[in-house]
């Protein structure tokens, strides 16, 4: 099993770096809860489609994994340039490098439950002060 929590995790980053949404669901449970809010299935799909949107460049990359069935830790890295502000810093277009602690939470095999924490501490750091 945790292989396999692992191969159906790598399986949904390349989803998400495709923009494959027609696929999302093979690996989000239609009932998704995303930080405590519950969004769904459509509701994290937007959300998604709102951060290719925002940062053209965005790429999801697994620097590690942690498997624990039936929860996942990963740490994710990103290099990438948000057009505007990016959670609620004026980025516009710099080019940052910062990283997400996310655990996860399956059921039947898919995501059931996401709690992320983005390092924006490490995204000021890069940025003119004002």
């Known amino acids: 099993m945790t292989s396999n929590?692992?191969?159906i995790y790598?399986?949904?980053?390349?989803c998400l770096n495709a923009q494959d949404?027609?696929?999302l669901g093979f690996f989000v449970h239609p009932e998704v809860v995303h930080n405590a809010r519950r969004l769904g299935l459509h509701g994290y799909?937007?959300?998604l489609e709102a951060d290719y949107r925002n940062i053209p460049d965005l790429r999801f990359e697994i620097e590690f994994l942690?498997?624990?069935p039936p929860k996942l830790a990963a740490r994710l890295m990103f290099n990438c340039t948000p057009a505007g502000e990016f959670l609620?810093?004026?980025v516009n277009g710099a080019r940052i490098a910062f990283t997400e602690n996310v655990f996860y939470a399956f059921e039947d095999g898919r995501i059931r439950e996401v709690?992320?924490?983005i390092d924006?501490?490490?995204i000021e750091a890069q940025l003119p002060s004002t």
Not at 10 to 14: L, N
């Open 21 to 23: 949404w027609k696929n």
């Open 120 to 122: 924006k501490l490490a």
């Open 5 to 7: 929590l692992a191969d």
């Open 66 to 68: 942690v498997v624990d």
């Open 115 to 117: 709690w992320s924490i």
């Open 10 to 14: 790598t399986d949904y980053i390349a």
């Open 45 to 47: 799909r937007s959300m």
């Open 88 to 90: 609620g810093l004026a």
